[in-house]
């Protein structure tokens, strides 16, 4: 079965819809979703005339079913820039219909159009579905472990800045 | 022992002296460096208007001694900007001198500075100086796998952007 579906840009029209698909990522990943503050945030620096993330969702007629968020960042080795996945959502009625897929292609043409030598993203150690999916796709494992600073941390610092 | 330094953003000036640090963190990580086309888009794009990406140089007296390169990305769970750390690299005479951790607390002001949410980075598996540095400094190494989709994947990807 293969689900029909438009990928359209984020906007202001769609930005409710973004923010539950969000939240239903945020449960599936087991992770604490936004707040109210941050759903303000994430309104203003997704839609703001240089937005801090790209977003697209996916819908099938007028179902919002997924979404996915990119950024630019930049390789110093290829000095290219590289398109980092964040996140590829999809509803979970609507897996295994080549949503992911699609979303994917998307984000090569767009890598391929935004003149990147790279795509990077990473995923949650236990989430072998994802594994499988991107492992299918042909992307590389690398041995890289990935780290985070909280903001507690960046807070608390000594210093001025 | 603890090296006399100071950190400057990247400027024509110092161009230079910055490829030659890449050249050599390139060599200490076993990938190849960047080649002389490279060299060109990495000049255009870190003195560029709108940079695409940051990078600090530091300077005890008339040598440079090291590197920082950052961008920022995004979180959607948090809706704040993060600063990614995309590399710290110091001289091999320089190093257990404090640089790295001047660096690093570098990076915790701008994160602040800029309303970070998070700082966040990848260490190579088999650098474990890099990974006891980054533990001692209260990084959190999180269960993330990093995946990587190289350039001539995102050319010869079948789509038209």
């Known amino acids: 079965m293969t689900a029909n579906f438009e990928i359209e840009p984020l906007d202001k029209l769609n930005f409710n819809a973004f923010f539950s698909l969000i939240e239903e990522l945020a449960a599936y990943e087991k992770l ?3 707040d109210t503050e941050a759903k303000k945030r994430l309104k203003q620096d997704g839609l ?12 099938s007629d007028d179902q919002y079913i997924g979404y996915v968020i990119y950024f630019m960042t930049y390789s110093s ?22 949503v992911g897929t699609k979303f994917f292609e998307f984000c090569l043409s767009r890598a391929k159009a935004l003149g990147c030598g790279r795509i990077e993203f990473c995923v949650l ?4 579905p994802a594994q499988n999916f ?3 796709l042909g992307a590389q494992r690398l041995g890289w472990l990935f780290y985070r600073v909280n903001r507690e941390q960046i807070e608390n610092s000594k210093l001025e800045s």
């Open 32 to 34: 604490p979703p936004p």
């Open 125 to 128: 150690d236990w989430n072998t």
């Open 48 to 59: 703001a005339a240089n937005p801090k993330y790209n977003a697209y969702l996916a819908r």
């Open 134 to 136: 991107y492992d299918k």
């Open 77 to 98: 080795f290829i000095a290219l820039p590289t398109l980092y996945l964040e996140d590829i959502f999809i509803l979970k009625q609507y897996r295994r219909q080549g």
